[in-house]
């Protein structure tokens, strides 16, 4: 997916969000706003937004001389989540579809976002997934595919989403890769986080190499493309990753929520449905 | 009025919005939006936003090779006006306050705006605006300085509005200028439209000097500045020119709609509201 026009503003919105969720000063936030006017002028639109949101995350980093701004944020998110891992849990094993309960709840976990917007409601989102209606549900082609799949390979998003990853991980009932960021960014799971949501012990996490909020494939490590490619099945979490692979005319099953009108304009979808299948949008 | 954070992101709503409205082609809306960004990236946050914006504006009528591309908007505008001009002065001639419905109707012509948003509906505004409750309503201490003033010095803003204008300095009774931007910016009523809006037969037109969508000290010519400090009163329309002149502790009678949350934020008021009179702020 490319760069939209509406991708421009957003930029900002998410820089000045991010410096008051950082509790930056006034100044400060000024100088990333103007940096990253820089970055945008210079901005090659022809990407999808988290190639530029690479550069501009990057230089937020440089400007705070923080290498993981969201660190603390990520920690609580991820506890947050634990906190209800067992609850969740307890919900799958009692519904009369493991699998799709747990799809359900992976897909609930994706509202934890700091990038696109700090504004949501995860304990409504898990309360709510189990009945709601997704705007794709290609759940049966799934099943298909997965019976033909010795393994799976699942792109991770965020940090506290990831510990509900675990639990479709576990539902999947095969070996499972849990691809993570190359280096922090943003709120997006990196090796160290998915240890600490637990994914460790129910897959091999595995990194994508690349530090973008998606799958940028140039900045990815020939190891993680090799596996990227020998993969039997994949589930792409996350608006980042579909928004980098959703015009490659892929076999992924993207599950996500959409988060954005850009994104919601491009699968012509309203704005929060909730996505599981297959991408037909061909660049 | 400084800068704020979100003034940065509506620069380019703005320009984005002016490609479409201009029935722009989508390189160089692009070309816009990343010149803009450019612009941006050297921005003083510490001036006005409509300071901003003229730069802004400048490079889309640079890029685009016409100096006036609202030209057509603008004409629209008047003739709608125009075509509702003598029922609007029946309402003001048929009310028991000819000067207070008169002011209303001013108010609501402000509504009018190819800046900020072009969603706006001119028909609702003049059918309610007579009822409306304004956020601040100083009529009874303008009659006080009204009584006291041989002449009066109006600051125009929108083309279109500016005809409703004409039928507040109708209900003045005295003497009026009429300051009209320098040069074609946005949708602002310059020498020309003032002239095509029927203010020429009511109030001398004057230019500010100053191409600004408000009004810019450093830009204004030595005779309006003349003009401006020797004006017994002064009643400025619009938010381009209330953002401009608000902190300077002027006593002047603001006349406008609160078209943006950074405005609506920096008086405490809801976005929507209408407003008539001095402001209180001080930078």
New interface residues.
């Given amino acids: 997916m490319k760069t939209y026009?509406?991708c421009?503003?957003?930029f900002?919105?998410q820089t000045?969000r991010t410096?008051e969720l950082l509790e930056i000063d006034e100044n400060t936030?000024?100088k990333l706003?103007?940096?990253v006017?820089?970055i945008?002028?210079?901005?090659d639109?022809n990407c999808p937004p988290p190639k530029t949101a690479s550069f501009v995350y990057d230089f937020i980093s440089r400007t705070l001389r923080n290498p993981d701004p969201f660190r603390h944020l990520k920690r609580e998110s991820i506890e947050h989540a634990l906190s209800l891992f067992k609850k969740v849990r307890a919900r799958i094993h009692e519904s009369s579809d493991r699998l799709e309960s747990a799809i359900r709840y992976a897909a609930a976990g994706n509202v934890i976002d700091y990038g696109i917007s700090s504004d949501f409601d995860l304990l409504n989102e898990l309360d709510t997934v189990a009945n709601r209606e997704f705007f794709k549900w290609e759940y049966h082609e799934f099943l298909k595919d997965l019976k033909d799949a010795p393994w799976v390979l699942i792109l991770g998003d965020n940090c506290g989403e990831s510990v509900f990853d675990r639990l479709l991980i576990e539902e999947l009932k095969r070996p499972v890769y849990y691809a993570v960021r190359g280096a922090p960014i943003i709120n997006d799971v990196t090796k160290e986080d998915a240890i600490s949501s637990g994914i460790g012990e129910v897959a091999k996490i595995v990194s994508t190499g690349c530090k973008a909020p998606g799958i940028v494939f140039d900045w990815c490590s020939r190891e993680f493309l090799d596996l990227f490619k020998s993969a039997p099945l994949i589930i792409s979490k996350g608006q980042g990753n579909f928004e980098t692979l959703s015009d490659k005319g892929l076999s992924i099953y993207f599950l996500f929520k959409i988060k954005c009108t850009v994104v919601a304009k491009y699968l012509s979808c309203p704005l929060g449905s909730l996505y599981f299948g297959k991408s037909l949008v061909i660049s």
């Fill in positions: 026009f509406d421009f503003p957003c900002f919105h000045k410096g936030i000024w706003l103007k940096g006017s820089k945008l002028s210079e901005a639109i």
